[in-house]
Every structure is written in structure tokens, then in C-alpha cells.
């Protein structure tokens, strides 16, 4: 996993840490501030998401078949086995701190 390398917006500070950082409020190790990393996932509201657009099909060609999925299926809880490095505890957070030269 990469550091991803980003500055305090209160002190100025240059730090690094995890890229699993980004998008997250995290407290400066120097002046204490909480700010959001940069990066990460961008989140937007469903009416902006336009739907996916579905290809279309050859002149002449049959309609595709419905879905399969019954009225009876829905509501029913599909269980998923997780990796165990998912289910782990999480890693610790570490920041290195770049000193600024003057």
C-alpha cells in the first residue's frame, strides 16, 4: 500500500500517511486540527447519477430474456464470505512528519 504525501490546511505541515487515509477527518499530529485528507472517494447525490445505459441490440435481433429473479426473492439475505484480512482489526494510523527547512 502507497503513502499518499498531503499538507495541513491549518499549520502547513507536510505530512504522509496510508492512502486508505484519504477522504477521512483525521487530528494534525502538530497543531491538533482535525481536516479531511484529500482524496478518496467522492460521494454525489443519486438525481446526478445518470442510469447506466444498457447496449443496444442488433436489428433483427430476439429481445433479451427477463431477469430471472422472482417477486419471491426479493428481501431474502444472500450470505457472503469475507476474506480474513477484511475481518481483521484495522491497522494503526501512522503520519510521518516532514520537518520544513527554513
Known amino acids: 500500500m502507497a503513502d499518499i504525501n498531503f ?3 491549518h499549520c ?6 496510508p492512502e486508505d487515509l484519504a477522504g477521512q ?3 494534525c ?3 491538533n486540527k482535525g481536516f479531511e485528507v484529500p482524496g478518496g472517494i467522492i460521494e ?3 438525481s446526478q447519477i445518470a ?4 447496449p443496444s441490440a442488433p436489428a433483427g435481433a430476439p429481445p433479451p430474456p427477463p431477469p430471472s429473479a422472482t ?3 426479493k428481501g431474502k439475505t444472500v450470505r457472503i464470505e469475507l476474506p480474513p484480512e477484511f ?5 494503526k494510523h501512522i503520519f510521518k512528519i516532514k520537518r520544513i527547512q527554513h
Open 87 to 91: 475481518l481483521a482489526e484495522p491497522e
Open 29 to 31: 499530529p502538530v497543531c
Open 44 to 46: 454525489m447525490p443519486k
Open 25 to 27: 477527518t483525521v487530528d
Open 71 to 73: 417477486s419471491d426473492d
Open 12 to 17: 502547513g505541515q507536510n505530512l504522509n500517511g
Open 51 to 54: 442510469p447506466p445505459s444498457r
Open 7 to 9: 499538507n495541513c490546511p
